[in-house]
């Protein structure tokens, strides 16, 4: 399904890329997919500025992949504000990523020193999300 049908389907849904590249993305994607990724966050100075849109609850977006295509349906369970050095590990398991809080830590540093500079007291939005829709296995059962 294209872009513009999806978003006449769901009125208001904002559209976003998981990761920085599009082997990340495309990881981040495959984790949604098998259900281990269910959380995400970004660096609050990103939505102040404008650069991401800022999640909702209840609102339903669209994760595209790194070639703009859609991929996923997401709806916002939760969203809250907290710093870095105070995620809970929780929260990190619930991004599908590591095995444990010290490896989140790890690979979100290095996320964010890549991505405008890293302070462990920087302000993250934190966001818990489940799928609504597939849009890979939409596509095959055509």
Known sequence: MD?????????????????????????????VRTGRKTATCGALRDFESG?????????????LNWDGTPALVIETLEVSTMRFCDVPEDFALAEGENKDLAGWRVDHQSYFERNGGFDP???????????????QTAERGK
């Open 3 to 31: 872009l513009k049908h999806l978003q006449q389907r769901y009125p208001g849904a904002e559209t976003f890329t998981f990761g920085d590249s599009e082997e990340l993305s495309g990881d981040l994607i495959a984790l």
């Open 121 to 135: 007291e920087m302000w993250l939005v934190c966001e818990r999300f489940r799928m609504i829709e597939d849009l």
């Open 51 to 63: 650069e991401d849109a800022m999640p909702v609850k209840g609102r339903k977006d669209i994760a």
